[in-house]
């Protein structure tokens, strides 16, 4: 038996993890991946690798998951975050 395979025979498969956009789990535009390691190497996952597309989708996916009104000015926002102790 390979290091690669359970003791029930079965050869190990990495889990692809998709995105989440929009409350839902698309594949990534490209359906390129990368593999995640622990620390000792050992493979865990595989990532999708998002692209640009993916991007601008997630990013209109967000903004409309929020009222469109008016708000504290970014500025505004920024300070507050800054202010706050660590």
Do not use: I, W
């Not at 601008?56 to 469109?68: K, N, Q, T």
């Not at 504290?72 to 507050?80: D, I, K, L």
């Amino acid at each position: 038996m390979t290091s690669e395979q359970h003791e029930t025979g079965r050869v190990a498969v990495a889990k692809t993890c998709k995105l989440y956009v929009g409350g839902k789990f698309p594949r990534s535009e490209s359906g390129r991946v990368y593999p995640v390691r622990d620390a000792a190497g050992a493979p865990l996952a595989n990532v999708a690798h998002a692209s640009r597309k993916d991007l601008r989708d997630a990013v209109a996916a967000a903004r409309g998951a929020f009222p469109a009104g008016p708000g504290p000015p970014p500025t505004t926002a920024g300070r507050c975050c800054s202010a706050s102790p660590r």
